[in-house]
Structure formats: structure tokens, C-alpha cells
């Protein structure tokens, strides 16, 4: 069956009674969207803080192919594989984009029998979440024209406006616009643009916010531009619009509960993109996670090289967090492709190609090991279409490497499938007794920060820039320098060509433009041709999505 078939044969269980059952949550404490999915409100957060917190594991993959590698698929067989063996596990989500959902992705709920629901309510609208921090993103926009129309008495220079808006979907069309236009009483004439939600500032703050108060300092600190002449930063407390953007984030900040197909607890709460954004899922779904179980699975966008970086240096970083262990997700197709094999052709025995295209897997494990610390147990994401020949080549590359390598069928199994896997990573976890690293310190320049992830994470020789984005990173760095760089880049490669495929070394990464994150607290570093605003392919999955007469939806995967 498809994915959504399966799904909407769930048998699912109230989320209030589950909580209850499961967690000792009480209603009092939830606030349902329905039957099958609420929030867990702010004030029950606080009364966690004096529990001991679990064990933190991190799901992570190697480079992303059109063959796909299923890293949100396993994080939940993987939680479900340790429930069934009798650890209390919590895993936590990010929520999907609708850009991707009507784009090529289709749907980001897991797949087959290794699924959050419901899963049609989280694809699409959900608890309103981006809804509300695309509206407060654009609240700040308008307010800022609207200053400026009105007499700009902040003196805020047009040309150096750097707060666009955001629309939670895929349009190039978008990408560079002009507005006021119309005459005087439209405001002022000027270049603006567009970026996908899931890249607003906003939601970064959102996902890394701990609280109410800590959500509207942050907002306050937003930079939307400098003024004429001084070139000093304006934020937007001084627009005096962050009380009414954290107005519009009370309920969205709370928590999302859902569950599994196997009825155990999952947060999905906060969705950035790992390729233009941090990648990972609020720090408030993970801290309660972590006070609720005794072992968190969590997962970062893309990439071991993108989101788990990110995950390292930035959440981790800012959240006080200690994850134990990680997990890295690679198939055989996947391989397969990074070796150069056809994608018509991902579906036949072909070794040579999966020898090749280890060295993809190869160069992810040794960063995780390596760069981040981290003990990683390799994940063999099974495709009925593996042979026992391409199994035991991963398997004998991982074990070369010092590692443990897992075969494991989740997807068609669920949780039964993936109890081998959760097994190795509670033993890898028992065997560490050292802390993970980060990849720079606070105290380098952020040029430094930048050639360091270049360098040691994605293989480059160095870095390079022309003059006025290295002039950018100077003035940025005389104020704002001790802070983490969010780098972004293509998701497909370790370099900044999305064909370059394997593990290309040696190459230089050309920094576009960088963006100052205040609030968020980071630079965000924008290289090779990424764009945030993504566009829709020639045939998108939105063509397939229906809906019938009864209210039941079809097409999502």
C-alpha cells in the first residue's frame, strides 16, 4: 500500500488519552487540535525542569539522492524499535513545508510502517504553526514600509532594507519583486523579495527559543536594516513590532504531540530547512522530550554535512544539549547513484557502482566520528531490490572504518524491523564516555568559522569571496563575530555543484552573500547558487494531490 493508504488505516488513539496512559500527562496540560493531535502547554514545561534528562540521539544521512535514503522514516522505526524492547523513547520531528509537500518531496511524515500521524494533518496545515510565523515574519515587513511611508523618522536607508518576506511555498516567481509600486499612497518604490517560510529568521528564533519572554527578546533583536549615512542596525524592537509578533507565536511556541503507527508519543514541533536554515526541530520539543524519556531519537535535515553540523554547532551549541549517540542513514541505491549508476538503473546488482559510491558514506561517518564526536552506528536502510552482495560491501566498509553497520527493515516491518538497529545504538550508547565537539570555537573570526566547515566538513581546499562579501563578513565580524555561521548550501553535494557527487576534495566554496541572524543568533552564509526561495519542478507532486467527496485525502507520499 502507499504511504497515506497505510496511514489512514492507523489504528490511532486519542492523544489525550495517550499522554495520560503513556506519560502521565493530564488533559489539564494539553490542548487539543481534535482527537488526534494537540500541544503541550508551556507551563507543564516548567514543572519538568528538576527530572534527570534522557539519552539524546541523533539520526542523520549521507548525501541526499532522487533514490532516497529515508532519515525521518528511520528516526521513527528507530523509536519504535526501542519501545518494543522496553526503553522509554520519545523521538522528535520537524514539521513539513508545504513547499515540498506540493513539490518534489511529496510529504515528510516517515514512510510505509514507520510513520507519524495523522499523517495527512501534519503535511498540510497541521496546528497552524507556519501559518503564524509567516504571519509574524510578514507583520515586521509591513511594519517596516509602513514606518518608512510614514515619515521614517528611524532615518532607515531603502537600499539597505535586508528583511524580506516569506511564503510557506515553492515560487521563483517570487524571488525578486519590486513593491510600493502604484504611486505615494502604496509607500515607497523598491527591490523586495521573497524567501520560503521554513528560511525566515523567525522560524530559527522559534525553533531555539525556551520560552515566551526569551521568544520576544529575540524577535526584538531582529535586524531589518540600517539607516542613511551611520549605517547603524535597525531592529525590530525599534519598529516596535516584536510584541505583536510574539502575540501572534503564543500557541504556536507550545509543543506539537502526535504519535506513531505503533501508538508511542512523538513530538513534531518547528520545521527550518538544513540547506538554507539550521535544520532541526525546536529546542522546547527536545528539552521536554528529554525530561519526559529516557532516550530521545531526533533528526536533522539532509546531510550529515548540513543539518548534523548544524545540530552540532548551532542547537547544540545554544541549547546546553549533549547528544550520546548518532545514527547514519544510507541505502544501497543511494550509494549506487553517488557512484555514478543510472537512477533507471538503481534497482539492479551493480558492485562497482556501490564501491564507488562509498566513499560518500565514508567521508559522513568519519566527520560524525571524527569532526563531532559522536559514536555512529550505520543504519542500512533496506530496499526489497538489495542484494546480499551490496549488503555485506556496506557492511565490510563500515566494519574497515572501526564501525557497525545495521541492516534494518522499518519500512516494511515498523518497529519489529528496526530492533537490531536500536539495540546497536543502546550498546553504542552504554560504551561512550566522551563528550561531543563542536567543529570551531566561539572566539574565531567568522571567516575562520566558515574556511573551518569548508575545510574540514565538506573536503574544500578554502573559501572564496569577492570583495563586498568579505568586506560583509568584516563588518559583521567586529560586532557579531563570537556567533555560530549557518551555512548554506546545496543539500546534494559536499561541494557547492549538486552533480558533483561521492566525495569531491579539493574544491573552493564561493560565499554568495551573508545575512546577520540576531535574534537567531547566528550568520547565515549563502554559497555557490542556493536560492531560499526554492521553485517548483516541471511536474509537481501537488498535480497528484486530490481530495474526494468525503473529505479523505489522496496523492501524498
Given at each position: 500500500?502507499?504511504?497515506?493508504?497505510?496511514?489512514?488505516?492507523?489504528?490511532?488513539?486519542?492523544?489525550?488519552?495517550?499522554?495520560?496512559?503513556?506519560?502521565?500527562?493530564?488533559?489539564?496540560?494539553?490542548?487539543?487540535?481534535?482527537?488526534?493531535?494537540?500541544?503541550?502547554?508551556?507551563?507543564?514545561?516548567?514543572?519538568?525542569?528538576?527530572?534527570?534528562?534522557?539519552?539524546?540521539?541523533?539520526?542523520?544521512?549521507?548525501?541526499?539522492?532522487?533514490?532516497?535514503?529515508?532519515?525521518?522514516?528511520?528516526?521513527?522505526?528507530?523509536?519504535?524499535?526501542?519501545?518494543?524492547?522496553?526503553?522509554?523513547?520519545?523521538?522528535?520531528?520537524?514539521?513539513?513545508?508545504?513547499?515540498?509537500?506540493?513539490?518534489?518531496?511529496?510529504?515528510?511524515?516517515?514512510?510505509?510502517y514507520a510513520q507519524v500521524v495523522p499523517m495527512e494533518d501534519i503535511n498540510l496545515h497541521f496546528t497552524g504553526d507556519f501559518h503564524a510565523i509567516g504571519a509574524a515574519h510578514n507583520l515586521l515587513a509591513a511594519m517596516?514600509?509602513?514606518?518608512?511611508?510614514?515619515?521614517?523618522?528611524?532615518?532607515?536607508?531603502?537600499?539597505?532594507?535586508?528583511?524580506?518576506?516569506?511564503?510557506?511555498?515553492?515560487?521563483?516567481?517570487?524571488?525578486?519583486?519590486?513593491?510600493?509600486?502604484?504611486?505615494?499612497?502604496?509607500?515607497?518604490?523598491?527591490?523586495?523579495?521573497?524567501?520560503?517560510?521554513?528560511?525566515?529568521?523567525?522560524?530559527?528564533?522559534?525553533?531555539?527559543?525556551?520560552?515566551?519572554?526569551?521568544?520576544?527578546?529575540?524577535?526584538?533583536?531582529?535586524?531589518?536594516?540600517?539607516?542613511?549615512?551611520?549605517?547603524?542596525?535597525?531592529?525590530?524592537?525599534?519598529?516596535?513590532?516584536?510584541?505583536?509578533?510574539?502575540?501572534?507565536?503564543?500557541?504556536?511556541?507550545?509543543?506539537?504531540?502526535?504519535?506513531?503507527?505503533?501508538?508511542?508519543?512523538?513530538?513534531?514541533?518547528?520545521?527550518?530547512?538544513?540547506?538554507?536554515?539550521?535544520?532541526?526541530?525546536?529546542?522546547?520539543?527536545?528539552?521536554?522530550?528529554?525530561?519526559?524519556?529516557?532516550?530521545?531519537?531526533?533528526?536533522?535535515?539532509?546531510?550529515?554535512?548540513?543539518?548534523?553540523?548544524?545540530?552540532?554547532?548551532?542547537?547544540?551549541?545554544?541549547?546546553?544539549?549533549?547528544?550520546?549517540?548518532?545514527?547514519?542513514?544510507?541505502?544501497?541505491?543511494?550509494?549506487?547513484?553517488?557512484?555514478?549508476?543510472?537512477?533507471?538503473?538503481?534497482?539492479?546488482?551493480?558492485?562497482?557502482?556501490?564501491?564507488?559510491?562509498?566513499?560518500?558514506?565514508?567521508?559522513?561517518?568519519?566527520?560524525?566520528?571524527?569532526?563531532?564526536?559522536?559514536?555512529?552506528?550505520?543504519?542500512?536502510?533496506?530496499?526489497?531490490?538489495?542484494?546480499?552482495?551490496?549488503?555485506?560491501?556496506?557492511?565490510?566498509?563500515?566494519?574497515?572504518?572501526?564501525?557497525?553497520?545495521?541492516?534494518?527493515?522499518?519500512?516494511?516491518?515498523?518497529?519489529?524491523?528496526?530492533?537490531?538497529?536500536?539495540?546497536?545504538?543502546?550498546?553504542?550508547?552504554?560504551?561512550?564516555?566522551?563528550?561531543?565537539?563542536?567543529?570551531?570555537?566561539?572566539?574565531?573570526?567568522?571567516?575562520?568559522?566558515?574556511?573551518?566547515?569548508?575545510?574540514?566538513?565538506?573536503?574544500?581546499?578554502?573559501?572564496?569571496?569577492?570583495?563586498?562579501?568579505?568586506?560583509?563578513?568584516?563588518?559583521?565580524?567586529?560586532?557579531?563575530?563570537?556567533?555560530?555561521?549557518?551555512?548554506?548550501?546545496?543539500?546534494?553535494?559536499?561541494?557547492?555543484?549538486?552533480?558533483?557527487?561521492?566525495?569531491?576534495?579539493?574544491?573552493?566554496?564561493?560565499?554568495?552573500?551573508?545575512?546577520?541572524?540576531?535574534?537567531?543568533?547566528?550568520?547565515?552564509?549563502?554559497?555557490?547558487?542556493?536560492?531560499?526561495?526554492?521553485?517548483?519542478?516541471?511536474?509537481?507532486?501537488?498535480?497528484?494531490?486530490?481530495?474526494?467527496?468525503?473529505?479523505?485525502?489522496?496523492?501524498?507520499?
Amino acid at each position: 500500500m502507499s504511504d497515506i493508504a497505510i496511514a489512514q488505516q492507523a489504528h490511532k488513539r486519542p492523544i489525550l488519552e495517550l499522554a495520560a496512559d503513556r506519560y502521565g500527562i493530564g488533559p489539564e496540560h494539553l490542548e487539543p487540535y481534535g482527537h488526534y493531535k494537540a500541544k503541550l502547554s508551556l507551563d507543564y514545561l516548567q514543572t519538568l525542569n528538576d527530572h534527570p534528562d534522557g539519552q539524546l540521539i541523533l539520526v542523520t544521512a549521507i548525501s541526499p539522492t532522487p533514490a532516497g535514503e529515508g532519515k525521518t522514516t528511520t528516526t521513527v522505526g528507530l523509536g519504535d524499535a526501542m519501545n518494543r524492547l522496553g526503553h522509554r523513547t520519545i523521538i522528535c520531528l520537524r514539521e513539513p513545508s508545504l513547499g515540498p509537500c506540493f513539490g518534489v518531496k511529496g510529504g515528510a511524515a516517515g514512510g510505509g510502517y514507520a510513520q507519524v500521524v495523522p499523517m495527512e494533518d501534519i503535511n498540510l496545515h497541521f496546528t497552524g504553526d507556519f501559518h503564524a510565523i509567516g504571519a509574524a515574519h510578514n507583520l515586521l515587513a509591513a511594519m517596516l514600509d509602513n514606518h518608512i511611508n510614514h515619515g521614517n523618522a528611524l532615518n532607515i536607508d531603502p537600499r539597505l532594507i535586508s528583511w524580506k518576506r516569506v511564503v510557506d511555498m515553492n515560487d521563483r516567481a517570487l524571488r525578486r519583486i519590486v513593491v510600493g509600486l502604484g504611486g505615494t499612497a502604496n509607500g515607497y518604490v523598491r527591490e523586495d523579495g521573497f524567501d520560503i517560510t521554513v528560511a525566515s529568521e523567525v522560524m530559527a528564533i522559534f525553533c531555539l527559543a525556551t520560552s515566551l519572554t526569551d521568544l520576544k527578546q529575540r524577535l526584538g533583536e531582529i535586524v531589518v536594516g540600517y539607516t542613511t549615512g551611520t549605517r547603524q542596525p535597525v531592529r525590530a524592537r525599534d519598529l516596535k513590532a516584536h510584541g505583536a509578533m510574539a502575540a501572534l507565536l503564543k500557541d504556536a511556541i507550545k509543543p506539537n504531540l502526535v504519535q506513531t503507527l505503533e501508538n508511542n508519543l512523538a513530538f513534531v514541533h518547528g520545521g527550518p530547512f538544513a540547506n538554507i536554515a539550521h535544520g532541526c526541530n525546536s529546542v522546547s520539543a527536545t528539552r521536554a522530550a528529554l525530561k519526559l524519556a529516557d532516550f530521545v531519537v531526533t533528526e536533522a535535515g539532509f546531510g550529515a554535512d548540513l543539518g548534523a553540523e548544524k545540530f552540532i554547532d548551532i542547537k547544540c551549541r545554544k541549547a546546553g544539549l549533549k547528544p550520546r549517540a548518532a545514527v547514519l542513514v544510507a541505502t544501497a541505491r543511494a550509494l549506487k547513484y553517488h557512484g555514478g549508476a543510472a537512477r533507471d538503473a538503481l534497482g539492479r546488482e551493480d558492485l562497482a557502482a556501490l564501491e564507488r559510491g562509498l566513499v560518500n558514506l565514508e567521508r559522513h561517518y568519519r566527520n560524525i566520528t571524527g569532526e563531532y564526536g559522536l559514536p555512529c552506528v550505520v543504519c542500512i536502510n533496506h530496499f526489497t531490490a538489495d542484494t546480499p552482495a551490496e549488503i555485506a560491501l556496506i557492511e565490510a566498509r563500515v566494519a574497515s572504518l572501526g564501525g557497525r553497520a545495521v541492516l534494518a527493515r522499518h519500512w516494511a516491518e515498523g518497529g519489529a524491523g528496526a530492533e537490531a538497529l536500536a539495540a546497536a545504538v543502546v550498546e553504542t550508547i552504554a560504551a561512550n564516555t566522551t563528550p561531543h565537539r563542536m567543529v570551531y570555537e566561539d572566539q574565531l573570526p567568522l571567516w575562520d568559522k566558515i574556511n573551518a566547515v569548508a575545510t574540514r566538513i565538506y573536503g574544500a581546499a578554502g573559501i572564496s569571496a569577492d570583495a563586498r562579501v568579505r568586506a560583509q563578513i568584516n563588518e559583521l565580524n567586529a560586532e557579531w563575530g563570537h556567533l555560530p555561521v549557518c551555512m548554506a548550501k546545496t543539500q546534494m553535494s559536499f561541494s557547492t555543484d549538486p552533480t558533483a557527487l561521492g566525495a569531491p576534495s579539493g574544491h573552493t566554496v564561493n560565499l554568495r552573500e551573508v545575512r546577520l541572524a540576531a535574534g537567531a543568533g547566528f550568520v547565515v552564509v549563502i554559497a555557490g547558487d542556493l536560492m531560499t526561495m526554492p521553485g517548483l519542478p516541471k511536474a509537481p507532486a501537488a498535480e497528484h494531490i486530490d481530495v474526494d467527496a468525503q473529505g479523505n485525502i489522496s496523492g501524498l507520499f
